[in-house]
């Protein structure tokens, strides 16, 4: 997606058309019209895509597979114009007039359309369009932002199972989850040295609450 992004933004900037006209009246004119004037969409579906990197980073599951279908469809929008100027099945010529703001007494004498940036804008098309294909394949279980963002409560939960287990010593645990641990009133040294009655504490604790 950053490269897809990247090669969009890259051929807004890019001169896409040449025009020259004359209007009989004043020496022949010459506009170049670059990839934001031909396709003004460009910029936009690229900044976009680099939002969509943050979206993928921050979501899972069916969120991250509804990534993935905008990216197809911001792949297939940004295919269009390309693929059109490249193949001339475009009102090239009557397009190019209009963008160029010509007047109405102006004649059209040439129009030049540069195939490298359309190229790019295609490239950068497939690439985003193989991104959306990965994240709609992207495994469920697949690891959301770093555990820095996840929510305290559930991190906590979860450290707190991770140093009572009988297998995992509190040796081979991450200084953040022993301090994740801490926070949630456990001692990590305790329930590595005696994780049997670790385990029966936790429960006592759970049963006093339910009597309470």
Known sequence: MALAAAAMWGSARLTWVTVSSTDGLTEARTDELDGSDWFGALTPLALVLLAAIAAVLATRGWLRRMVGVLIGLVAAVTAVPSFALLTGSGATDERAATLAEL????????????????????????????AAVLLARMPRETAQLSGKYDNPVFRRAAATEQVTRADAPAAGLSERVLWDALDAGTDPTEEAANPDAATVKSRGGESGGNDR
Request: net charge neutral; no cysteine; hydrophobic share 70%.
């Open 103 to 130: 007047p109405g007494r102006a004649t059209v004498t040439e129009v030049v359309a540069a195939p490298m940036p359309a190229w790019l804008t295609l490239a950068a098309a497939v690439a985003a369009f193989v």
